[in-house]
């Protein structure tokens, strides 16, 4: 079960590099614990990320970020041996994690709803705002969509719009240049925008 750290704790991103750098290595090898101690430095970033999702949500939602976190730990705890690079990439694998625990629970949610308004989903230049479990998966359709356009794409969305990577952090994550990620980016906004926008007229 994970504990969730002090907050006094320096245990967070201000972890040394040297620290974060060995239980990386450590966590890859599948060390047994070694992925717990990881996951503990970087648990205020997850939090912190965590936050990020459900603050985008403009209805309350039922989750609150503490289970969020500790829902993505169960299932990155769950992965054998993942070739963790650094912090950018294991924030990025847990915003993955995030959003599709939050599909799960909008689909678990809308199951027991009667009917379906059409959604309407507030877009501003770095976020998306959901209203209702319907904008969720409406992003989530999305995003599907986009990815058998361009996977790469679809990940940049990702780790920019949900994960709430910096431009240089998701260029590590993907291995591309900062400026392919930038131009990829005013790209795809344009993309997202426009698809949840002709969603909402239907």
Request: glycine fraction near 4%.
């Amino acid at each position: 079960m994970l504990v969730e750290p002090d907050r006094g704790s320096s245990a967070t991103g201000a972890a040394s590099k040297s620290e974060l750098t060995e239980l990386l290595l450590c966590a890859r090898q599948g060390r047994e614990g070694a992925f717990n101690r990881l996951f503990t430095l970087v648990y205020n970033d997850f939090r912190d990320l965590a936050k990020s999702y459900l603050a985008r949500e403009a209805r309350a939602h039922t989750l609150q970020p503490t289970a969020l976190v500790n829902e993505a730990y169960l299932k990155l705890a769950d992965q054998k041996q993942v070739d963790w690079r650094n912090r950018s990439h294991l924030l990025a694998v847990g915003a993955v994690a995030m959003r599709r625990i939050l599909v799960n629970h909008a689909l678990s949610a809308k199951r027991h709803k009667r009917g379906g308004a059409v959604p309407k989903i507030t877009l501003r230049e770095d976020l998306i705002c959901a209203e209702r479990d319907e904008d969720v998966l409406a992003v989530d359709e999305a995003l599907r969509h986009l990815a058998k356009l361009n996977e790469r794409h679809a990940e940049l969305v990702e780790l920019r719009f949900f994960g709430g990577l910096s431009v240089p952090e998701v260029a590590s994550v993907l291995g591309v240049s900062i400026s392919t990620v930038e131009k990829d980016w005013r790209f795809c906004s344009a993309w997202l925008k426009n698809a949840l926008r002709l969603r909402s007229d239907h």
